[in-house]
Every structure is written in structure tokens, then in C-alpha cells.
């Protein structure tokens, strides 16, 4: 990361305010996914297996992942600043709904849906925030802005799941400790909502009045609106592939978080209930490769291209899958960590590709499809590992498979990256 950059932008006001609203956020997420994932794999009073569960909680993200373009258009239409503050409030209501249900004890459709809709609420605020990210930081400095604001997220989020833990060994692992700890992640989102209030009206677009009149028509028609997306995405091939690369990633990245998931709840741990613990350290791992990347891939790709780096990120997981085959924990600690590493270096070669190459009118659609790519390929990921894998995640047929696909994306994607023509730089 160029210190000299940075300097630059955190200078800036506006982004400073952002970047706040970024952080009480995803804050507020790692606090409310700790309390999800202790009470859904590790509680103690519940009896089903991970894999089951697993299973159940991909089933959550579908549904949004079908209505993730819609959310697009209208990050195309409405106030940003609007978005950013309200959403928060949303949430908060919403989190303590599930609360409620978990009181309760109702463990049925009804706590999935609020978990659905929290999840979803999510996507539409993170993509509300890199659709405003360059109005409020120059072009030449998005790679840098990007590094800095999207993993100090990332981390916050790895800090937040610690105070959910923390507070989980506060409260208890059970109902009502749990339902303690999503009343605190609903006043979190409150004081993120607040924060976003600081934002300056009208400075984070969009700015319909400098669109083509073409867009404006296009907005007044959701459906008709995602076409002319999609027809503006085929122009751009760079931007084209650096969706495929991030998405394809996904995909196998959520096969080998569930495979962390199991092996953590049924071959890592003697007790289920001390299984978290482990998956904890594990996340913290990969937490660390997430800030590695955020260091390095600024000045790498200032010395070759997005696209090369990607390439080299795609291989490096396919090397990093061949380190878990004893299925131990130290050589699983590594393989997060580089895993990490991957995950980070291409998403912020992907996002900041994206927003080099899609004019600003379009950026809410295609981030909101980016989201949910993210979330279909996931929950697809997570439903195939629950089916085929063991229930305590030792599979070595599964870990060369992932291997050999992450080698496959890389020359596939290297390939398509060359013919599409002019590589984008850096800036």
C-alpha cells in the first residue's frame, strides 16, 4: 500500500466519513454473524448436524440472490447518503426480530427469513458503498482507496466476530445469552446509522443529470435497466472477466470455508461447543492474509497488471489447497492464511477494475449483481460441501478438486484477459 497515497486520501474528508460508516458496519457484522454462528453450529442445545444446518443457511441467501440486480437500479435512482443512513436502521429492526424468534425458540422458517433479510438488507449497503467510493477519492488513488477502506472492513469485521465471542462467553451460549448479544449488534447498527448521517447530501451520486438520456429511460424500468447494464458489462471486457474471476473464486472459497467449518466442529475439537474456538483461530488466520493483501497488491499491481496479479493470486490457492491434505491444524492455519490472501488480492483487483471501467450510472447494477454472484455461488458452495462432504470435512478428493479448479480459472483467465485487449493499469 503507497504511504504516500494514503496520506492523500485520508486527508479527505468526505472519504474519511465514508470510510467511518464502512467500519461501524462491518463492525456490527462480525458481531451479528459470531452470534449466528455460534447458535446455528456450536450451540449446544442444538442437535442437527453442521452439514444440515449449513445446508439450511445457504438456503437463506438464495432468494436475495435472485433479487440482488433489482437492488442495482435503485442504487442507480435513489440518494446514496439516503441508503447508507437508513439501511443501518433497518437492520437493527430486523436483528431484533431473529432475537426475538431465538427467545422464543422458534427455529423455523421465521429465523431463517430475518436472517435472510438481514444478509440482504447487507448486500444492498456494501453496494451502495463501492458505487460511491470514487466520488469521494480520484481515480489514480482507487486501487490504494480501495486496499485500505475494503480490508479495514474486512478486519473490523474479524474484530467485531471477537467481541461477538467475547460476549458470547459473557452471556452464554444458549437462547437467551444469545439473544443478548443480537440486541448489542442492533444498537451497533443504530450508531452506524448515525454515523452515515455525517455524510454530505448529494456528494455520492448519482448524478442522473450527467447521464446520457438513454440512461435516464432506462432507469424508469427496472427490467429494461438490468438489460442495458448487461449490454454496457458486454463492452467491457476487462470489467467482464474481473466479475467471472471474483465469482469463480467465491464459488470455491465457500467450499473450503465449510470444509474449516466441519473440521473444526467434528475433527479439530474434542467437545462441538469448543469447536467455535478453533474456527475462530482459523478465521483470525485468514483475517491475517486479508491485511498481507491489502499491503501488497498496491504496489504489485503498480509494477504489473491487475490481471497478472490475479492470475498469480488463482494459483497460489491452488498451491495452498495441497497444504491441507494431512488435515491437521497447523497446515490448515496456513492454507487460511494464504486462502486470505487470495480472497483479498482479488477482490480488490476486481473491484477496483469494475470501477475503473463502468460509468457511474451504472455502477449500483453492476456492483448489486456483483453482490450477488457473491451470494448465489456461496450458497451454491455450501449446498454442494454439506452434501458431499463427510460429516467431519476430511476429504482429500475434494481439496484436489479445488486445487485443480483454481489452476484450470487461472489459465483460463489469464488467456481470456490477453485477447480481450489493452490491459487496464493501475492509474
Request: aromatic content about 10%; overall charge positive; proline content about 3%.
Amino acid at each position: 500500500m503507497r504511504a504516500s497515497e494514503l496520506r492523500v486520501i485520508v486527508r479527505g474528508r468526505d472519504f474519511r466519513r465514508l470510510y467511518a460508516t464502512r467500519l461501524t458496519s462491518q463492525l456490527t457484522d462480525g458481531v451479528f454473524q459470531a452470534a449466528l454462528a455460534g447458535y446455528v453450529f456450536f450451540s449446544p442445545e442444538r442437535q442437527e448436524s453442521a452439514a444440515k444446518a449449513a445446508a439450511a443457511f445457504a438456503v437463506t441467501l438464495l432468494p436475495y440472490s435472485a433479487l440482488g440486480p433489482f437492488a442495482g437500479v435503485f442504487i442507480d435512482r435513489w440518494s446514496r447518503r439516503r441508503i447508507l443512513t437508513w439501511a443501518p436502521v433497518v437492520r437493527a429492526a430486523l436483528v431484533l426480530a431473529v432475537a426475538a424468534t431465538v427467545v422464543a425458540g422458534y427455529e423455523g422458517a421465521g429465523f431463517y427469513l430475518g436472517v435472510l433479510l438481514v444478509l440482504g438488507v447487507n448486500r444492498f449497503f456494501l453496494a451502495a458503498l463501492s458505487a460511491a467510493l470514487p466520488h469521494v477519492v480520484r481515480r489514480e488513488h482507487l486501487v490504494t482507496a480501495n486496499a485500505f477502506a475494503v480490508t479495514s472492513g474486512t478486519i473490523i469485521s474479524f474484530v467485531g466476530a471477537g467481541v461477538g465471542y467475547a460476549l458470547r462467553l459473557a452471556f452464554g451460549a444458549g437462547r437467551s445469552g444469545t439473544a443478548l448479544i443480537l440486541v448489542c449488534a442492533a444498537a451497533l447498527f443504530l450508531a452506524a446509522a448515525a454515523v452515515a448521517t455525517t455524510l454530505p447530501r448529494g456528494r455520492l451520486g448519482p448524478h442522473l443529470d450527467e447521464a446520457a438520456e438513454q440512461t435516464r429511460r432506462a432507469l424508469g424500468n427496472v427490467l429494461h435497466g438490468l438489460v442495458d447494464g448487461a449490454r454496457h458489462m458486454a463492452r467491457r471486457p476487462q470489467g467482464a472477466l474481473a466479475l467471472g474471476a471474483i465469482s469463480f473464486h467465491r464459488f470455491l472459497y465457500g467450499i473450503v470455508l465449510i470444509m474449516a467449518l466441519l473440521l473444526s466442529r467434528e475433527h479439530f475439537a474434542a467437545r462441538v461447543e469448543d469447536g467455535l474456538s478453533v474456527f475462530a483461530m482459523l478465521l483470525g488466520v485468514s483475517g491475517a492474509g486479508f491485511f498481507v493483501a491489502a499491503l501488497v497488491t498496491p504496489p504489485v499491481v503498480h509494477r504489473i497488471s491487475k490481471q497478472a496479479w490475479i492470475t498469480a493470486l488463482l494459483v497460489t490457492g491452488a498451491a495452498s489447497m495441497l497444504l491441507g491434505l494431512s488435515f491437521d491444524r497447523p497446515p490448515w492455519a496456513l492454507l487460511m492464511f494464504l486462502l486470505g490472501v487470495v480472497s483479498q488480492g482479488v477482490k480488490l483487483c476486481a473491484d477496483t477494475i469494475l470501477q475503473e471501467t463502468v460509468d457511474d450510472a451504472y455502477r449500483g447494477r453492476v456492483f448489486a449483481v456483483y453482490d450477488m454472484l457473491f451470494n448465489a455461488l456461496f450458497a451454491a458452495a455450501v449446498v454442494l460441501a454439506a452434501a458431499a462432504l463427510p460429516a467431519d470435512g476430511t476429504s482429500v478428493v475434494a481439496l484436489l478438486a479445488v486445487a485443480a479448479a483454481y489452476a484450470g480459472g487461472a489459465v483460463a483467465y489469464r488467456a481470456a484477459a490477453g485477447r480481450s485487449g489493452r490491459v487496464v493499469t493501475a492509474g
